[in-house]
């Protein structure tokens, strides 16, 4: 299937879910199979990171390993979380999407078809010294695909915290003690306001006049 990407679709170029299955006729699960390959470096865009696809229709955009050579695979299947390490980073998380804040099983409030399955992800975090280390964090499937590139300076962090009055330093210090930050109504038709049409945007403009 790799050799088929860079082969037959090219990098940069789109394909469709139609032209995967007939290439790979009789081979199960192939859309999973494809998947798997984001694993290795391999960056396959659908439309939730490109909103120019249209939904059955992927783009091309990175080759990662070369994963048709002899031990390529196999090597990077020793680097998965151990399933001790990988219960300890759940837990750490309280079972949450440190992304997104879904829990396992959860159903998406945007309607997004499937519900969610937590997984372990790898972000590269910055220290203040700048050395840069890779760090264990829970992330749900569909952040975990929007946000493989995701990295964290903590020295940016350190620097913008050290701009917040006294009272956003005690509001933030409390969101983050209880692992979790309330939303009033106004924040929460904001959020409403942001999905919207730009035709019902202008609709909800017009009720506030």
């Known amino acids: 299937m790799a050799l ?24 199960s699960q192939v859309d999973r199979r494809m998947r798997e390959l984001r694993d290795n470096g391999w960056r396959i865009d659908t439309n939730r990171e490109d909103p120019a696809l249209d939904p059955r229709e992927h783009r091309f955009v990175r080759q990662g390993l070369p994963v048709w050579e002899p031990g390529v695979a196999s090597r990077r299947a ?22 997104c804040g879904i829990g396992n099983g959860e159903a998406y409030a945007d309607g997004y078809g499937a519900t969610s399955q937590l997984d372990i992800a790898r972000r590269q975090v ?45 509001m933030l210090s409390a969101w983050m003690e209880q692992d979790a930050r309330g939303f009033n109504e106004v924040e929460k038709l904001w959020g409403v306001y942001r999905t919207l049409p730009a035709s019902a945007r202008a609709e909800v403009r017009n009720m506030l006049l």
């Open 126 to 170: 910055t220290m203040p010294g700048g050395d840069t280390k890779v760090q264990l964090v829970t992330e749900c499937n569909r952040c975990r695909v929007g946000g493989r590139d995701t990295g964290c300076d903590l020295g940016a962090f350190a620097t913008a915290l050290a701009q917040l009055s006294a009272y956003e330093r005690k």
């Open 4 to 27: 088929w990407l860079v082969q037959e679709v090219g990098v940069g170029s789109v394909f469709t879910k139609e032209q995967l299955r007939t290439a790979f006729d009789g081979v």
């Open 78 to 99: 020793t680097e998965s979380v151990p399933a001790v390490q990988r219960r300890a980073v759940l837990m750490e998380d309280n079972y949450l999407c440190r992304t």
